[in-house]
């Protein structure tokens, strides 16, 4: 299974292998998994070897070491790495997604939301995510009513981004603000839980390329199913 000889580095072959097995269900989420030694037994190299690999997966978030009780596969969760709609996202990682609407109305533009969208009336859509059967999160969409051709509850069950294209809209980038919110009753309900769940909200401006901002969504995830990577790059000329 691990071919000493070849230029790819042998830990990667590892960190590969147990991709694999977790992909496969050979690792099944939850399952601790084989000690450091058991594995570098098995597999013929060092322990450190294992540890480097093992390691990358965690921090990757497919494993997670529990001190004094071993290291065990984790549920897995919907990785968002660059901007691209949550409808993508899933269909990428190769979940199912489900979108259940709690409101989708023609409301006139609250006085808050005067100093982003100069329109009098904005559509307001709520959507709960719902994937492989749980619900990942709540979308609070705003979006000018000038902006958008015919809409329906059905055409919202898929990506949003991609009805907005239709419509001739070409997006840029998104403007976000991150934070961590408490779970409260509203919350339990929305995410059907009766426990304490970690939460991150994310507030995002979706600008297109004419620099005209198209919607905002206020979004809610499950932080235990929902992984948010942040790429910062340094343009130069910005930066002294």
């Not at 990358?56 to 497919?62: H, I």
């Not at 403007?175 to 009753?185: G, N, P, R, T």
């Amino acid at each position: 299974m691990i071919d000493k000889s070849s230029p790819i580095p042998v830990y990667y072959q590892l960190k590969q292998n147990f991709m694999k097995n977790i992909k496969e269900g050979v690792w099944h989420s939850g399952q601790c998994i084989e000690s450091e030694r058991e594995l570098s037994e098995f597999y013929g190299v060092s322990r450190m070897t294992i540890r480097q690999a093992l390691g990358e997966l965690v921090q990757e978030g497919f494993l997670i070491r529990e001190k004094g009780r071993g290291t065990f596969v984790c549920e897995p969760k919907v990785k968002q790495k660059d901007m691209m709609s949550f409808s993508e996202i899933v269909s990428r990682a190769e979940m199912k997604l489900v979108t259940k609407m709690l409101e989708f109305e023609k409301i006139q533009t609250p006085e808050e939301l005067l100093d982003i969208f100069s329109f009098e009336h904005l559509y307001k859509i709520n959507r709960i995510r719902i994937v492989d059967g749980e619900p990942v999160a709540n979308e609070l969409v705003y979006i000018p009513c000038d902006y958008c051709g015919y809409m329906d509850k059905e055409m919202l069950e898929g990506s949003l981004f991609k009805i907005l294209e239709t419509f001739g809209h070409k997006i840029a980038y998104s403007e976000s603000s991150i934070q961590a919110i408490l779970m409260d009753d509203f919350y339990k309900e929305i995410f059907r839980v009766d426990t304490q769940v970690p939460l991150i909200k994310s507030i995002n401006k979706t600008i297109t390329e004419d620099e005209k901002v198209l919607f905002l969504e206020e979004a809610v995830y499950r932080s235990d199913k929902y992984v948010l990577q942040v790429n910062i790059l340094r343009r130069e000329g910005k930066i002294k």
